[in-house]
């Protein structure tokens, strides 16, 4: 698109199926480079990618074009795919239905950057699911707790 500039930051935020603890150090930072991969294909910059054994956040910038929806599916359908053919784990990997996706302004991508990049430090003192609703909150989203990390 001729003359036409923009700067969109997405956080994502995404978990396992059932909160486990399945992303292990064992293939953690190979998903983190698989995932790179799928975003780049995409036509998209991944900026920092980091989480904990169940879940994960990225921080990326897309081009106006870009269906976040498609993006997350593709990224969840074909990393799981990648870890279930590789065997990385001993059961069934599967990622929770939906997402969070927040935006974020230029002048915040260092403190998100940051805080993704700490997330080991982070989770010493709050759980995920506070963490998520936190997010919730902040960017006023409307959300009922009974569906928070279920896949119905």
């Known amino acids: 698109m001729a003359n036409t ?3 969109l930051y997405f956080h ?3 978990a396992v199926k059932g909160r ?10 190979d998903l983190y480079k698989y995932i790179t991969g799928i975003v780049t ?5 991944l900026i ?12 990326l910038s897309t081009k106006p074009n870009c269906n976040l929806s498609d993006l997350v599916r593709d990224i969840k359908a074909n990393s799981s795919k990648w870890i279930n053919e590789n065997d990385f ?5 599967e990622w929770q239905t ?3 996706a927040f935006t974020v302004s230029q002048s915040n991508i260092k403190v998100v950057l940051n805080y993704i990049k700490k997330q080991e430090e982070h989770h010493k003192k709050k759980s995920f699911k506070n963490e998520y609703i936190d997010f919730l909150k902040a960017y006023e989203i409307d959300y009922d707790d009974k569906y928070i990390f279920t896949d119905e």
């Open 5 to 7: 500039y923009t700067q």
């Open 12 to 14: 994502i935020v995404f």
């Open 20 to 29: 486990n603890n399945l992303i292990i150090n064992k293939f953690k930072n």
């Open 41 to 45: 294909n995409k036509n998209q910059k």
């Open 48 to 59: 920092i990618i980091n989480g904990m054994p169940d879940h994960i956040h990225i921080l």
């Open 89 to 93: 784990i001993p059961t069934k990997f």
């Open 98 to 100: 939906g997402f969070g």
